[in-house]
């Protein structure tokens, strides 16, 4: 059993959260690679386009169904449809380039344009993964269809783009060496008021936040040009400034020799020392074509990352420490909050003493958590099995309706390593089954598994809130005498919650079977999920209501 069960001193509450954001910071580089680059301005319109037309478009009814027609011709016009409804929404966010784009009615010479405003969608998607939860599926599943062969015979383009990163930005711009300097943490650090800060700290930490953002972009930064771009130039890329020079600040012709050194000597040192960052630092600086905004950009993208992995685990990392503050002393399991499970209980499909069911929550969470903080890598490597152009998928029917059965090996492999790695971190064995279902009938695609696992925050964080605020609401008068009638006080309310997570919400329940819950990897969030379908019917579902609880699901809309 984990040491922390034995009854060793107890972390405070935000102990594990403090951990977990240590570790972000020693990560950033490698987390770039996948960190999606923030949307411009100008990219936030063609978003709204694309929505817009994804919202109106029918495309997964019309293709993944049974039918004895041509699919290919199908998609191909599906997919016409839509192209041909971005075309005309264009010209009225931009009325030159909406025209040009129409008068060229060719695909493939409009194709760098639909890759890109596709991108976007993809890019913004992972960036929030609670928007577009209906009009991702879509787009995937259309860009994913028009890869085949025989779809782009008809349609003569290829709709697949690389996802813009941080990384491979400044790796375009000449500029990577910014993820190595000593300021970048101080940049891109979230302030977070925890509870133990006072106002003037806050404060203090926001603006050396704002000195180090500003060091960095003085000293990578090179000046801003005021060439304007050609509507041609627009259609043909995304530009992320449309005033920007597309040529460059170092395209004047009288230091077109010294560039040419330059560049030369430079490759010859990045190609000897590849992976020594610090030694090209200078040469970098001098030779880098990136403006200020664009490493405000940058900066903000890490800081959107930074923030989204510590909200998904900070609430990870708290229902850690309610397992072990509440249910981790040596005699809980003879006591009234024992998490003992029996089969044939309550919905239970599992049978563990107190003991393995603490561990088996424990390391149930802990794997989640692991998960959430790889998920942008996931989420790249979810889209690079989806759009493979060598692993097709078939149409079948898996339970739960028509489904694409796909293999997943890239995000097949990346679980297995995140698997061994948490059970590494472990001081006893495995409790249940490591098995992860992917690419079969529980979990058809990477598609789905990625969309199970973006679910977690949204189970955690309502019962996270309800915990946190029992005791403001309980300070109505009325509110208390029912929490203490009911419950006996705010702490056992806390504690009757908790309790009935702990051992419902990982009782291996939720499935047609048992071999398609049980205990496996996706079976435990698979129980999770079932145990929020029954909280209504809670003795406990009153204080979920008076904290502000409307549902698990969020909203599916924008």
């Known amino acids: 059993i984990n040491a922390e069960y034995g009854g060793s001193k107890k972390s405070n509450e935000f102990s594990r959260v403090h951990e977990t954001q240590k570790r972000l910071a020693a990560s950033i580089y490698e987390r770039s690679k996948y960190v999606p680059f923030r949307l411009s301005s100008e990219e936030r319109q063609y978003l709204r386009l694309l929505e817009g037309a994804l919202n109106v478009s029918e495309y997964t009814d019309k293709i993944d169904i049974i039918h004895m027609g041509s699919k290919a011709k199908r998609i191909a016009a599906q997919v016409e449809e839509i192209c041909a409804l971005l075309s005309g929404l264009l010209v009225t966010v931009d ?47 259309m860009v994913q269809d028009a890869m085949s062969s025989e779809v782009q015979y008809m349609l003569n383009f290829n709709p ?25 943490l101080a940049a891109t650090r979230e302030v977070v008021d925890d509870g133990t800060k006072s106002r003037q700290q806050l404060k203090q930490e926001a603006d050396e936040k704002r000195q180090a953002a500003e060091k960095l972009v003085q000293k990578y930064s ?7 771009t050609s509507p041609t130039k627009k259609l043909k890329s995304l530009r992320i400034d449309v005033n920007e020079d597309p040529s460059g600040p170092f ?41 200020g905004e664009e490493i405000r950009r940058c900066l903000r993208s890490i800081g959107d990352n930074n923030s989204f992995l510590r909200s998904n685990c900070d609430s990870l990392d708290r229902m850690i420490y309610y397992l072990t503050e509440y249910f981790g002393g040596k005699n809980v399991g003879n006591t009234k909050w024992s998490l003992a499970i029996t ?29 959430q903080l790889d998920m942008f890598k996931l989420w790249y490597l979810a889209e690079k099995d989806l759009l493979s152009e060598t692993s097709s998928y078939r149409l079948m029917n898996t339970g ?50 990625i969309d199970k696992y973006t679910q977690v925050p949204r189970i955690i964080n309502p019962i996270i809130i309800t915990i946190s605020e029992i005791e403001r609401v309980a300070q109505d008068e009325g509110i208390r005498m029912y929490i203490e009638n009911t419950f006996g006080s705010i702490e056992d309310a806390k504690k009757v919650i908790l309790q009935d997570f702990f051992r419902h919400g990982f009782d291996g329940s939720g499935a047609d079977n048992f071999f398609e819950a049980g205990s496996c990897i996706d079976g435990r969030l698979t129980s999770a999920w079932n145990w929020c379908s029954k909280i209504s019917e809670k003795l406990y579902y009153p204080l979920f209501r008076l904290t502000g609880f409307v549902g698990f699901d969020g909203d599916f809309q924008r």
Not at 169 to 182: I, P, Q
Not at 271 to 290: C, D, P
């Open 95 to 141: 009325y030159e380039v909406g025209k040009t784009l129409i008068t060229g009615k060719d695909f493939k010479q409009n194709e760098t344009y639909f890759q890109d405003i596709f991108e976007v969608g993809r890019r913004f998607k992972i960036m929030n993964p609670e928007k577009m939860r209906t009009e991702y599926g879509k787009l995937i599943y």
């Open 160 to 184: 697949k783009k690389e996802i813009r990163t941080v990384f491979s930005f400044l790796e375009e711009k000449g500029a990577l060496d910014l993820l190595s300097d000593d300021l970048l």
């Open 222 to 228: 090179t000046p801003r040009s005021t060439t304007p």
């Open 251 to 291: 395209s004047n012709d009288d230091d077109d020799d010294d560039d040419s050194d330059e560049e030369e000597e430079e490759g010859k040192i990045q190609q000897k020392n590849s992976n020594n960052h610090s030694k090209t630092e200078k040469k970098r600086e001098r030779s880098s074509q990136i403006t």
């Open 343 to 371: 089969a044939g209980r309550g919905g239970a499909r599992l049978s563990h003493r107190h003991e393995y069911q603490y561990e088996y929550v424990y390391q149930s969470l802990t794997l989640w958590k692991e998960i």
């Open 400 to 449: 739960q309706g028509l489904n694409r059965l796909q293999r997943a090996p890239n995000i097949g492999g990346a679980m297995s390593k995140i698997l061994t790695q948490t059970q590494k971190q472990l001081t006893c064995g495995w409790v249940g089954s490591s098995v992860v279902h992917l690419g079969d009938t529980n979990v058809p695609n990477a598609l789905m598994f």
